[in-house]
């Protein structure tokens, strides 16, 4: 019986949750080599190094390779028939007195050599020594198993010149501190700085920002993980002029199976971002801009992002929106992200970061909670 409308539309409901919705990388059963990560010591970092760092990257490299002289030798094939088509096509011509050979050549071979110098100036670019984007990321007891996930996602980047500032804000756990040294031993483009002691997110994203090199600093949390061409995407974005930029995200389930509620953010509105802390990950910042702004401040830590980017934004106007879903943000029981319970008082905090946001514009106006989560409204003041 053909299904119709209603029938399969019951169908589609009854499905099971995992074959309507996006997977991510890993399944439920991590394959041998995460297996062997998870049981890491201090002793075995370089086996770290060597299965996830060098034996990720060379099947990258030659997965691109492959697919980069597949393509490469096709558009050369297509061009030596085009150039030998035109060839024949003007000897034609040429002996019936009706086309000049020697211009058909003479185009060609200029176009060859605006093709080689094209090809030249995208692989100076690309070999750029100097980073243009520089990821900044506190640890604090990180889950070693999420944190192979992080580490995963920005060495599968689909470009190289990037840096990593990484802050361990004093872990007690060693193996994390071990993973971490081991990094930055094997990956130059990977800079870490172990605290011994825990002075909170926003000390330990400063130290971050201070360590960076990059034109641009963009923020990563421990446990999340970006796009593959995250940071392609936003550097692009910023080349247009603009300061800053921030991308639509969604959430890594429990089970870290699925993607699940996606956030699709409205375009910059400096009125709309007083009300609602939209703005989130991916956000990417000019880095001077980021420094004359005065960083992270700590007596806003659980809403210091926000608290920055209201500051931020009292710097520039030339912020853009990138739509398209580059930052996956995981669902962890006990943050901000996953647990309700764990949004007590971040409405408070966000009221009073609003506040001192309108006093330092000179707007008689102030902050109070509104209807919802982490809403807030605006109030003219009147004397």
């Known amino acids: 019986e053909p299904d119709t409308p209603t029938t399969a539309k019951k169908k589609l ?9 996006q997977k991510s990388k890993f399944p439920t059963n991590p394959p041998k080599q995460k297996q062997e990560l998870l049981g890491l010591s201090g002793v075995t970092v370089d086996k770290f190094w060597e299965i996830i760092l060098v034996e990720g990257r060379r099947k990258e490299e030659e997965g691109r390779r492959d697919f980069s002289d597949i393509e490469a030798r096709r558009k050369k094939e297509e061009g030596r028939r085009d150039f030998s088509e035109s060839l024949r096509e003007g000897r034609r011509k040429k002996e019936e007195g009706r086309g000049d050979f020697s211009d058909i050549e003479g185009r060609s071979k ?7 110098f094209s090809e030249s100036l995208i692989e100076v670019r690309r070999d750029d020594s100097k980073p243009s984007i520089s990821i900044l990321t506190p640890t604090w007891n990180s889950s070693l198993d999420w944190f192979v996930e992080t580490v995963l996602s920005v060495l599968n980047q689909s470009i190289s010149n990037w840096e990593w500032c990484i802050v361990d804000d004093g872990s007690k756990q060693p193996e994390i501190r071990n993973v971490l040294a081991g990094l ?13 002691d825990n002075g909170g997110i926003s000390a330990a994203t400063n130290k971050a920002l201070n360590m960076a090199t990059g034109e641009y600093i963009c923020l990563l949390d421990h446990d999340d993980t970006l796009a593959p061409t995250a940071l392609e995407d936003s550097l ?13 995200e969604d959430k890594i389930d429990f089970s870290g199976l699925n993607y699940i509620v996606p956030f699709f953010k409205p375009d910059w509105s400096p009125e709309y971002f007083c009300g609602v802390m939209y703005v989130g990950h991916l956000l990417c ?7 004359t702004a005065g960083g992270f401040k700590s007596e806003f830590d659980g809403v210091q992002d926000y608290e920055f980017m209201l500051r931020v934004s009292e710097q520039t106007n030339k912020i853009a929106h990138i739509s398209r879903h580059l930052y996956h943000w995981r669902q962890v029981k006990g943050s901000i992200s996953g647990d309700a319970d764990a ?35 605006i109030y003219p003041m009147f004397t």
Do not use: M
């Not at 930055?184 to 011994?196: F, G, N, Q, Y």
């Open 13 to 21: 409901l009854t499905k099971p949750l995992e074959e309507v919705t």
């Open 110 to 116: 200029k176009e060859e050599g605006k093709r080689d």
């Open 184 to 196: 930055a031993e094997k990956e130059p483009r990977i800079k870490v700085l172990l605290s011994e």
């Open 236 to 248: 692009n974005k910023l080349a247009e002029g603009f300061d800053v930029v921030y991308s639509d």
């Open 285 to 291: 910042v000019r880095r001077e801009l980021a420094l």
């Open 343 to 377: 949004k007590a008082g971040i409405e408070v905090v966000q009221q009073a970061a609003v506040n001192s946001h309108l006093q330092r514009i000179g707007l008689a106006a102030k902050a109070e909670p509104g209807l919802g989560k982490q809403r807030i409204n």
